[in-house]
């Protein structure tokens, strides 16, 4: 059946209906319920409506119905900005096209009355977020992975949702979505993010990705105990790596035309051509980066610790960074050119982020 209204959270529920899946419309007691799922994760929006209309319909294929969660054994309560800390300095770190599901969630960590730490990793970098709930009742399982694609479709259609049914935008917007606060709650299988504002709902519910997380704290912990360090201002360095990308992009497609004209060339000849390759590494050490300098506030990291790092994975840290530290510092731990480098807001209490990624290999 298809509904001859069209409500405006059909079109905030866009980016996360499935190709093959519809949205249910549930009017009922002067709300409206919205459901929809691309098979992994189920959206739904709540909010009053005032047309008098009772009853289901269906935009497109009904969507299955979204995983049942039972009694509740963990649940913390997070404002707005959490969850864009978690979204824009955690989650970038995750890697969903990767063989190991884990990797493709955030697991999160509580123990009763301490700090929530949520941690994504690609097996390439670790980015660690040490957030303070406003509430917390239970503890986690030992492994509650969350799929990233949960914390990044909750962000998405509650701003979708916000701005289609109250009609907000720009500051208003933002304040309407920090008035909000999000809870998070499990049952050890299934797994509910809810903002609430008002009387305007979001929930997306999901099941926790089977599979053991990596030990992250065997990388995190000797990473962050490194005795050398380098302050550097975090705006600076951040606008040296954007600097470094844009002329790298500019280098890498000058490379590959001339790649792509020796190997036609090759191919006429009937000759091996190797494949397309370009380095992307960018050294950083107490003189600065790649010889440009950084504005560093005190240079105190010593020899031999001059490390090659992926100018993407540094750029995604320095954000992580400025998140949490807001026209900061950030703070560079490395003891060598082959271990791991951490880099951090330099909070040792409180709310703080914790990057630490792998040297590139120099041949």
């Not at 996360?16 to 009017?27: P, S, V, W």
């Amino acid at each position: 059946m298809t509904t001859t209204t069209t409500p405006p959270t059909i079109d905030a529920l866009k980016t996360a209906r499935g190709r093959k899946t519809g949205t249910m419309i549930l009017r009922a007691g002067g709300r409206m319920t919205t459901t929809t799922t691309d098979g992994d994760v189920w959206t739904t929006i709540s909010s009053p409506r005032d047309d008098g209309m009772e009853g289901a319909e269906w935009v497109g294929p009904a969507p299955a119905d979204a995983p049942q969660m039972g009694n509740a054994t963990f649940a913390a309560a997070l404002n707005w900005r959490q969850v864009e800390q978690i979204v824009g300095a955690v989650v970038p770190a995750s890697d969903t096209e990767s063989s190991r599901y884990a990797l493709g969630g955030t697991q999160i960590e509580c123990r009763e009355g301490a700090m929530l730490t949520v941690v994504a990793t690609d097996g390439k970098r670790l980015h660690a977020a040490h957030l303070q709930p406003s509430s917390i009742i239970g503890e986690t399982p030992q492994y509650c992975v969350v799929p990233a694609d949960a914390w990044r479709r909750l962000a998405t259609v509650t701003r979708a949702a916000v701005k289609a049914v109250r009609g907000l935008a720009g500051k208003a917007l933002a304040a309407d979505l920090r008035s909000g606060f999000v809870t998070v709650e499990t049952d050890g299988t299934v797994v509910r993010l809810v903002w609430g504002q008002g009387d305007l709902t979001v929930t997306i519910s999901t099941r926790l990705i089977e599979g053991r997380f990596p030990r992250w704290r065997d990388v995190i912990d000797p990473a962050t105990a490194a005795g050398d360090h380098l302050v550097v201002d975090a705006d600076t360095m951040a606008a040296e790596v954007a600097e470094f990308s844009r002329r790298h992009r500019a280098e890498v497609a000058t490379a590959k035309a001339a790649w792509t004209a020796a190997a036609a060339v090759a191919k006429q000849q009937r000759r091996y051509h190797a494949p397309f390759t370009h380095d992307r590494g960018l050294w950083i050490g107490p003189e600065g980066m790649e010889g440009r300098g950084a504005e560093f506030v005190n240079r105190v990291l010593s020899a031999p610790a001059r490390v090659c790092l992926d100018h993407l994975f540094l750029a995604d840290a320095l954000a992580a960074v400025e998140m949490f530290a807001p026209r900061g510092t950030a703070l560079v731990q490395a003891t060598d050119a082959l271990s791991a480098v951490a880099i951090g807001d330099g909070a040792e209490f409180g709310e703080r982020v914790v990057v630490v990624m792998m040297p590139l290999a120099i041949d």
